[in-house]
């Protein structure tokens, strides 16, 4: 007789970890399914349920798609600039659920943000939108087994001059009115702050990297953010970094890896300090499979490949 007590022992993460998995290498079918057994255990995350839509609209599971993204928005889920471009759910605009699904957020953004500074947040969503369409587009290249080259140089090119356009915008905002918190530019506005900040060069980074820690106290922003631009800064100043947040692709291999970090042993306690997931949860979603001992193995080599020397 087969055996199968060990699908008891499966919890709701090991579900999404598997549908993260699967949507990694484009099996969108399977997802659903994983996505589907997480949540005859548990509703409570947006993110698992916006993911899930992406997966069922991808999967052509148009009906599954639709209920998990009203279950997001009714979750919590509020950027509406974000779900508008996102590649995954295009395929669902010429569904007459989606314009609902539309109103049914703006509508629910109304209410929220009825002492929001309409001004800026109507702003900061243009940037926002600038900022993530080129990326898309950037990564959807870049993520090929094969990329071409010429088509990241151009992109690229694009990309770096869209940020520099935004990043002045930013920083006239941060360096007038200082981080505002989503009491003031809503959640999607406020993160805008932190994502034009996170692509800048090194040193507009050191900048306002002070700003943005000050901010996370007085709860003006997000401590996963955070922990994301203080990961990138530190890799930048060729230190290794806190949270293992960031990642890079081995040129002569074409595989992604989780870049050098402090005292892996204890990641996963850093990271849950600040609100982020496991790094099992995060490699999974970066199709990178992770294994704390062969990661350990493996550092002095991926330090090599990023200059790193404190």
């Known amino acids: 007789m087969l055996n ?3 699908l008891k022992a499966q919890t709701y993460k090991d579900w999404v970890r598997k549908a993260d998995s699967s949507y990694s290498v484009k099996n969108y079918k399977l997802s659903v399914a994983f996505y589907s057994k997480a949540f005859k255990i548990e509703q409570k995350s947006f993110v698992d349920f916006y993911n899930a839509g992406c997966s069922a609209s991808m999967a052509e599971e148009n009906k599954k798609a639709f209920k998990w993204l009203n279950l997001s ?3 919590g889920y509020e950027n509406i600039s974000h779900i508008q471009i996102d590649r995954d759910l295009k395929r669902l605009h010429s569904e007459k659920e989606w314009k609902k699904i539309i109103e049914k957020l703006q509508k629910k953004l109304e209410i929220i943000g009825v002492n929001y500074d309409k001004a800026l947040e109507k702003e900061l969503a243009l940037i926002y939108t600038e900022d993530q369409e080129i990326r898309g587009e950037f990564m959807n290249v870049y993520k090929k087994p094969n990329p071409d080259k010429k ?3 151009s992109i690229g090119k694009i990309m770096n001059r869209k940020d520099s356009i935004n990043l002045i915008k930013v920083m006239k905002i941060l360096d007038e009115r200082g981080w505002l918190g989503k009491n003031v530019v809503g959640e999607q506005g406020n993160k805008t702050l932190f994502l034009v900040i996170q692509h800048a060069d090194l040193e507009y980074q050191q900048k306002y990297l002070p700003m943005m820690r000050e901010a996370v106290k007085n709860g003006n922003a997000n401590g996963a953010n955070l922990a ?3 990961d990138r800064v530190a890799l930048r100043e060729g230190r290794r970094q806190i949270y293992g947040s960031q990642a890079a692709k081995n040129k002569k291999t074409n595989k992604m890896y989780i870049s050098p970090m402090i005292d892996p042993d204890n990641v996963d306690k850093r990271r849950a300090e600040v609100g982020l997931g496991t790094m099992a949860e995060y490699a999974a979603k970066m199709n990178i499979e ?10 002095p080599e991926t330090e090599k490949l990023e200059n790193i020397t404190k």
């Open 73 to 75: 928005i009714d979750k």
């Open 151 to 153: 088509k990241i140089d």
């Open 4 to 6: 199968f007590s060990f």
């Open 290 to 299: 992770w294994n704390l001992e062969e990661y350990k193995k493996e550092l």
């Open 228 to 230: 994301y631009l203080e």
